[in-house]
């Protein structure tokens, strides 16, 4: 395919409504990359093992998102998405905390899939729209991944009852990108984005908001792909970090944790300062541990039951965006 094919495929989302899909476009992405369809890599001045493609001509001569070396797969290592990452998936709630094989071929699959996506949309000529694209199919193959596990996984509006003198006066309402339910509660509520910058204090306020008006601690996450961003000039790029370490602190601090934060992508303070390791893991550790151990607990009595009042199910998606 040509890169305006591969472009105008990946910008239209009713062509992702299942995980197929995604692993199919990231072949074909990473087959064009491997034919010589771009004009080359550029290698980040500050951080090394980042990169970023140049298009040629029939990409303006435009120059893509940043690209980890670490987790992007090379083109001949293609097959790993459709030989391995199903049948890592299929058995998530099995793969132990020491199976680094399996758990690395579900994170970098997904860093991989989502990136092709990406890159591809950097060649677009509107940018904008382009990267809105971008996020709303990272959150739809968050949704069918989880979904693909036997785990009743939508988007959709939640609305709080405001109750006053025993009467419900009207509701408060909040958007989720995944609302996870089992035995018709609610079990898990959380959002999904390509990068946390400008996103990360409505997050914290939502939880904190829910947690008050229905008197519950209903767990609230966060799923990231990656926390950075291009900086500089040609040839000088160099990589920008996107995560506020201050923020997240002083919010998980002073208004609440959330149960979990989770990265394709982790940066290395994350890795390494005390208080962010404890917060902040890898998102095979959602799949693999955190998700079960959600569903698994009572579900509280809420003061304000909640209710699901508009809710998109995953494989309808394609058809009502």
């Not at 062509?15 to 992405?29: E, G, L, M």
């Not at 739809?140 to 109750?163: F, N, Q």
């Amino acid at each position: 395919m040509t890169l305006n094919q591969l472009v105008s495929f990946a910008a239209d989302k009713t062509n992702f409504s299942n995980v197929k899909a995604y692993v199919d476009f990231a072949r074909r992405f990473l087959d064009f990359l491997g034919k010589g369809g771009v004009h080359g890599t550029v290698l980040a001045r500050n951080e090394g093992h980042y990169y970023f493609y140049q298009f040629k001509d029939d990409g303006d001569r435009k120059v893509s998102r940043p690209v980890n070396s670490q987790l992007m797969y090379a083109p001949q290592k293609a097959n790993v998405l459709s030989r391995d990452f199903a049948a890592v998936m299929k058995h998530a709630k099995d793969i132990a905390a020491d199976d680094v094989a399996s758990r690395t071929i579900m994170r970098n699959s997904i860093y991989t899939i989502q990136q092709c996506i990406g890159v591809c949309l950097d060649a677009h000529p509107v940018s904008n729209n382009a990267s809105k694209v971008a996020g709303d199919l990272f959150e739809r193959l968050i949704r069918l991944l989880i979904s693909g596990l036997a785990v009743d996984c939508k988007s959709g509006s939640i609305g709080i009852p405001i109750i006053v003198d025993g009467v419900e006066e009207f509701k408060m309402t909040y958007q989720h990108d995944l609302v996870i339910t089992r035995d018709k509660h609610i079990k898990i509520l959380g959002s999904v984005k390509t990068s946390s910058k400008d996103r990360m204090d409505k997050i914290f306020i939502d939880k904190f908001l829910y947690s008050k008006l229905t008197q519950t601690q209903t767990p609230h996450v966060a799923l990231f792909l990656n926390d950075v961003q291009r900086k500089g000039i040609h040839p000088n790029f160099g990589i920008n970090a996107t995560f506020l370490p201050g923020h997240f602190k002083g919010y998980s601090v002073k208004l609440n944790p959330l149960d979990g934060v989770y990265y394709c992508d982790l940066r290395p303070n994350m890795q390494t300062d005390a208080f962010l390791k404890l917060q902040i893991h890898s998102i095979d550790r959602f799949f693999c541990t955190d998700l079960w151990e959600f569903l698994s607990r009572p579900h509280p009595i809420a003061a304000a039951e909640p209710t699901v009042l508009k809710a998109v199910q995953p494989e309808a998606e394609a058809e009502a965006s």
